[in-house]
């Protein structure tokens, strides 16, 4: 399989070059030059398998020549056999007649990522081992990727991780997630400023030659392929239980990045049987207000109750605007261009309906996010994380516009205790730690703080990475 970038002039790579890639050299993002497909005989032919072996038949198109078939369900077994604390790895709960809720957070950091980033951090230990190579990662979160990226790399032999977070705005259980990690190849920074100023240094040193020039830089942000397609494996898995490919399934995503979503919309083009796709957002709704009336224009990012959405800028966006306008890069890439100097741009008409074949959207509110924590606990008995609410809530508003025989699945993204304090001031009820990670708190924690200027960053980060020597 071959991959092409959405602005047209960086040249085609493989999987594994791609994964290695991250954001494509002419600025744009890596997708497949065309989208496999399988018959209804092959979707049927899925049910019932274990998790590892759905995921094995569905990512092997996209993988192609990069890992053979043995080496691929090596690696699915021991990722969905040993990391997950749940056999199912993303158990489908039913909440009433019609909604389901699919449970993506029975990974080490209690949150959806896990499911690609502990897949990610196999592939890169498996392709430097074959180039002999080390990959320097570097990266900025505001709380949940920054916990399952190194989840995922500790103790490699290969990579090695700096990440930042900005000092005193994580929480408590999201800032130790990350760093009582005791490894020699993760390093957490604490940057004083806000995320945006922690990415900033991360963008800066992927083009400071200083840097770029001495370490064999990575990354593990959302707009890298593998991991979109490690998250098209749960919609087969959990459309299968509902009767695909014999009976249409509509989800519905909370959404930041556009990445989960966009997974739904590969899951689609491969055959599956989805009925809608329900973009989630919270007030901050630039996706909603692309998707319902072509307006993409970023405006400043409101802080709320669910941080991994408070997202100014989606990323993955630009696939969906590749694909269902035509896939012509050329054209995209100026659009694009012409929106980073602006900040605002208006879809075209084949981007617009493109997307309306499959997409609706709604924004939710924090008022309304806290009413979905307390109607899912009131009416099924379920505590779910404020992401997961605004994702229910939507599903609610639309639910009338798609026909009712069909199930609608919301993803739940985070384990309530993630985010116990808007829990908490929805339904009065603490909700606790699992016991496989209770120990959180009694925990020795090592980051190093820095302030909050770039070369005082870059200077630490040359000083203590592990030469990995340039690509
Ligand atoms: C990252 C995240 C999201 C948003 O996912 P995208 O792929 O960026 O759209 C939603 N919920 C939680 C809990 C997250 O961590």
Redesign the pocket.
């Known amino acids: 399989m071959q991959y092409v970038s959405t602005r047209g002039s960086a040249p085609a790579l493989d999987f594994e070059g791609v994964t290695l890639a991250g954001l494509a050299s002419d600025g744009g993002l890596y997708v497949p030059a065309e989208w496999p497909r399988f018959s209804e005989a092959e979707i049927r032919a899925l049910r019932g398998l274990p998790y590892w072996q759905v995921a094995v038949t569905v990512m092997r198109p996209f993988i192609g020549d990069a890992l053979t078939e043995a080496q691929l369900a090596a690696i699915c077994r021991q990722v969905y056999g040993e990391a997950f604390a749940h056999a199912a790895v993303v158990p489908l709960v039913q909440l009433d007649e019609r909604n389901w809720l699919l449970e993506l957070f029975h990974g080490p950091t209690l ?3 896990d499911i690609a980033l502990q897949l990610l951090g196999r592939l890169f230990e498996t392709f430097l081992e074959r180039r002999d190579e080390r990959l320097t990662i570097v990266g900025a979160t505001s ?3 920054g916990s399952a990226a190194i989840h995922a790399v500790a103790g490699g032999k290969r990579t090695e991780i700096f990440m930042l977070h900005p000092k005193g705005r994580v929480s408590d259980v999201q800032r130790r997630q990350m760093t009582t990690v005791l490894s020699p190849n993760v390093q957490n920074l604490a940057i004083e400023g806000s995320f945006d100023d922690a990415q900033a240094h991360v963008k800066r040193m992927f083009t400071d030659p200083d840097v770029a020039g001495v370490l064999n830089l990575g990354a593990v942000n ?1 707009i890298n392929w593998a991991r979109l397609m490690a ?1 098209v494996v749960y919609y087969f898995t959990s459309a299968l239980q509902l009767g695909a490919p014999d009976r249409p399934v509509a989800y519905a ?10 997974a739904g919309y590969v899951a689609a083009k491969m055959g599956l049987p989805i009925e809608r796709l329900i973009v989630a957002t919270n007030v901050n709704d630039i996706l909603h207000r692309a998707l319902s009336r072509g307006d993409y224009s970023a405006g400043g990012v409101t802080p709320t109750i ?1 941080p ?2 408070d ?1 100014q800028v ?1 990323s ?1 966006f630009e696939r969906l605007l590749f694909d269902a306008g035509g896939r012509d890069g050329a054209a995209l890439a100026e659009q694009m261009l012409a929106f980073e100097a602006s900040k605002a741009m208006q879809l075209t008409n084949a981007q617009a309906e493109g997307a309306s074949r499959l997409f609706a959207s709604h924004a939710v509110n924090p008022i309304e996010t806290a009413r979905a924590v307390q109607a899912a606990y009131q009416a099924s008995q379920e505590i779910i ?1 404020p ?2 609410a605004v994702g229910l809530g939507a599903a609610h508003a639309l639910a009338g516009a798609i026909d009712p025989a069909v199930p609608i699945v919301t993803l739940a ?2 384990h309530p205790a ?1 985010f116990p304090d808007a829990v908490e001031r929805a339904i009065g009820l603490r909700p606790a730690l699992p016991a496989r990670v209770g120990d959180l708190f009694g925990r020795e924690e090592s980051y190093v703080e820095l302030a909050g200027d770039y070369a005082v960053t870059r200077d630490h980060v040359l000083a203590h990475a592990a030469a990995s020597g340039p690509r």
């Open positions: 949150a959806f990522k709380g949940d990727t959302s998250q995503v909370p959404t930041g990045n556009f990445g989960d979503v966009f669910t991994s959405m997202i989606s993955n994380d992401h997961t993204t985070a993630k």
